[in-house]
């Protein structure tokens, strides 16, 4: 899975958003507020990847067991989804 190409991370007044670029591939139309976590997995779904490798990431980045981020990893996957950013 990965991000649609078509969009981008900025850091706008400090803060990290993921922003379409046009409206070609998705019909979402706004900014997505990122925090560190966010763009952490963001920045690992600007290439393929899968649900295990982003749950291995964050839980070695965070000092965490990956029982402890998948579902938070489940959440926020479902939320790219229903903005129709990801593709799976």
Same mark, same amino acid.
């Given at each position: 899975m990965r991000l649609i190409e078509d969009h981008? $991370? &900025?850091? *706008?007044?400090? %803060?990290? *958003? $993921? *922003?379409? $670029?046009? =409206? &070609?591939?998705? =019909?979402? %139309?706004?900014?997505i507020a990122l925090n560190h976590t966010g763009e952490f997995v963001c920045r690992m779904l600007q290439e393929d990847t899968d649900r295990d490798s982003l749950i291995e990431s964050l839980a070695k980045e965070y000092e965490m067991e990956p029982e402890q981020v998948a579902a938070d990893v489940d959440v926020f996957l479902s939320e790219l989804d229903s903005c129709h950013v990801l593709i799976r």
């Open positions: 981008i $991370l &900025r850091k *706008v007044h400090g %803060n990290v *958003v $993921l *922003v379409p $670029l046009s =409206d &070609r591939e998705t =019909d979402f %139309n706004g900014m």
